[in-house]
């Protein structure tokens, strides 16, 4: 590595100039990206996939468990991926015939096979076959939506996230009871899930201690419930460890659930069991993502601003100072088409293909070959 400097940002020692390291590898376009704790991996042009970061259980797909610090090419499904979700330590795959696959961490069933053992290879979930619209991995579970609206989960379950009724861990996917049909998009928390109808409404289940269910309490939920006090129609929604947000058609912005470091972004640390507004984001918006501690959000310019918590650099406003509300705008230097955040870092695809991280880069999360903190947009090596 290259370096003119240094200079502290909490505990960590971070570069001020570096240079990329060639790869040699072919430059992949990527066309959709996905994070979630300590990795994140893009779909390319060419329907191939490619991971980085930590890889504790093999949740890159490359066949080990080491740490990746720029993308490498993704050998557990090779070809024909429409789709990814990255969950804490296994991902998921959605490819173009609509069947799903799943690898890395397995112990509560999160991959969906019948078993409760880890594979660095993608295994076929048992039983959805093809006819699959998205799929969505949390913490310790996962969840997909078939072409006809339904929902299925499969995994933990200690805390009623299947949303089956029952608190019991499901190896293989149980219909969502009450979600047989009508539903476009699903997000699976930490803890929790919420799906969104094709009317713009949302249904919530699971573990709500910080109200991250948004139906106005703090009541465990083995079953779906709806969100109360969200008077627009939604048009997405994105859902953390312990808080949710949705993005309205109208282009607002309104969150819920934990609230200590100001994910929520309504200028307080107060939780909320009901959506709030996102300060200075009432319109203008069409995509959001949810981090473990905070939130971020794009424009319709294609400028990315976030908030919350940001010890390390995961609002990417150059800081690392915490926000109670959207934060100023992050320089990226090209327009702006997905956003994605993870535990403490957050990712951006652009136009050009090409994907830019900033926040935490100790197990290679941010993608462009070096750890250390990144609290500016940092382009992942392709």
Known sequence: MQSDGTRQLGNHRQETSWKPVDTGQPYPFFTSIHSYDSHTCATTDQRTLWCWGGSFDGQLGN?????????????????????????????CALDTAGGVHCWGNNDSGQLGNGSTQASMTAVEVTGLGAGIAAVSA?????????????????????LGQLGDGSTTTRLTPVAVSGLSSGVMAIAAGGNHTCALTLEGHIRCWGYNAAGQLGDGSYVQRSTQVAVTGLNQTVAAISASFSHT???????????????????????????????????????????IATGHLHTCALTNEGIVQCWGYSPDGQLGDVTSADRKRSASAIQIGANVTTITAGS????????QGI????????YGQIGDGHSGIRPWASDALR
């Open 245 to 287: 947000c949705a993005l309205t058609t109208s282009g607002g912005v309104w969150c819920w659930g934990t609230n200590h470091m100001g994910q929520l972004g309504d200028g307080t640390t107060t939780e909320s069991s009901r959506p709030v507004p996102v300060v200075g984001l009432g319109s203008g918006v069409r995509a």
């Open 344 to 351: 403490e870092h957050s990712c951006a695809l652009t136009d």
């Open 63 to 91: 066949q080990d468990t080491e740490w990746n610090f720029s993308p490498v090419r993704s050998t557990a499904l090779r070809h024909d991926v429409r789709a990814v979700s990255s969950g804490q330590s296994h991902t």
């Open 138 to 158: 949390g913490r310790m579970h996962t969840c997909a939506v078939t072409d006809a609206g339904g929902v299925y989960c499969w995994g933990h379950n200690s």
């Open 355 to 362: 994907v830019k991280c900033w926040g935490d880069s100790f």
